[in-house]
């Protein structure tokens, strides 16, 4: 473990103006560290990052065949997404399958993720309802699996609800953990999200890209498998639903055209996986490989800078799928009148194990 962790110097002029902490944990499909900076065991709330685990939880119920869910309703099951109209009338779809209203959700609406919606909504004094927020397909998808297992919605987002003693053993499990291991706090959808050595979160995306690779060429997969598989192929295929236009989220699965997956989390927490490749096996591993990502003062920007040059380092994809993603990976440091006023500095190494 690097002693600082300082990962990004930004600067006004030539003065040190903040100074960004972070954490990195680039895993095989197995679990073994291929690569780290700071402290990749980190206690690491996943936040929204969690959610292709917590869509995982849902399918094991049988939710999605018993009410009729597409991939794109999947997408939104794991999405943060802007609510634009489409995330909107989706989200209302999914209750509608489901046969819930939007008052069974219990999550709060929001102001958008997407400055472009808020200044639409405030045009029409629209005050955003539970259909908005941008976990909404998640919750649609928690409703639909506490019918599957028989349960009721009442209280559907509580720790004791037997749904979430559900998702906490899927959770676990597939983080390779006692279920004891993962610790649990309230997200900000108030729903359950968990917190468990930063490593894990790369194996999450590990597998879900191992999957994806399985099923791409026909090898035989087990239930679970064929889940993240499914997972996978809804979140690449349908990139707009998991954040919308203009979101991070979306460019880089749309700019990777398919072989990297990546969710956000709130506070500047990252999951990304990578389908194998000659690039991977060139890392050390044999197949898909998870990376995760840390920013300790929870600054978004720059966690989409450090996830964008981790990217270059480790030369995934190409040249011209990298440079899509410009505008996160160096965006210009501009005023009010479009002066350029400072910069940022990369000041960490990966660590190879």
């Not at 700071?38 to 990052?49: E, K, N, V």
């Not at 029409?124 to 599957?148: E, V």
């Not at 998702?167 to 108030?190: F, K, S």
């Not at 979140?235 to 398919?258: I, K, N, Q, S, W």
Request: net charge neutral.
């Amino acid at each position: 473990m690097q002693a600082n962790n300082v990962a990004l110097v930004t600067y006004r002029g030539h003065c040190v103006e903040n100074v960004h902490r972070a954490h990195v944990a680039v895993v095989d499909e197995a679990g073994r560290l291929l690569y780290s900076f700071g402290d990749p065991q980190r206690m690491t709330l996943a936040r929204s990052a969690a959610k292709p685990a917590q869509a995982l939880a849902v399918i094991e119920t049988g939710a999605l065949e018993r009410f009729g869910f597409d991939e794109a309703d999947l997408a939104l099951m794991c999405a943060s997404h802007s609510s634009e109209p489409r995330h909107i009338e989706r989200a209302w779809a999914m209750l509608r399958k489901v046969g819930a209203d939007e008052s069974d959700l219990r999550c709060g609406g929001h102001p958008a993720v997407s400055d472009a919606v808020n200044r639409a909504w405030i045009k029409r004094d629209f005050i955003p309802t539970a259909c908005c927020s941008n976990c909404s397909g998640k919750h649609a998808g928690m409703l639909a699996a506490a019918l599957a297992l028989g349960e009721s919605f009442s209280g559907y987002n509580e720790s004791v609800h037997p749904l979430q003693a559900h998702v906490r053993r899927v959770m676990a499990d597939v983080c390779e953990l006692p279920v004891d291991a993962v610790e649990w706090a309230v997200d900000g959808c108030n729903l359950p999200t968990p917190a468990f050595a930063l490593d894990k979160l790369g194996l999450i995306y590990a597998r879900l890209a191992q999957s994806a690779d399985a099923a791409h060429k026909g090898e035989p997969l087990s239930a679970r498998g064929q889940a993240l598989a499914r997972i996978y192929r809804a979140m690449t295929t349908y990139p707009e639903m998991v954040a919308g236009e203009g979101r991070y989220c979306t460019d880089l699965m749309r700019a990777f055209e398919g072989n990297v997956v990546g969710k956000t989390g709130a506070d500047a927490c990252y999951g990304l996986g990578v389908r194998a490749s000659a690039q991977t096996r060139r890392l050390g591993a044999s197949g898909a490989v998870g990376l995760s990502v840390k920013v300790e003062d929870g600054n978004t920007q720059m966690l989409y800078r450090l996830v964008c040059e981790i990217l270059e380092r480790l030369a995934i994809g190409t040249a011209q799928q990298r440079q899509l993603l410009d505008k996160y990976h160096r965006p210009l440091m501009l005023n009010t009148v479009g002066q350029e006023t400072g910069s940022a500095r990369f000041m960490f190494d990966l660590h190879r194990h």
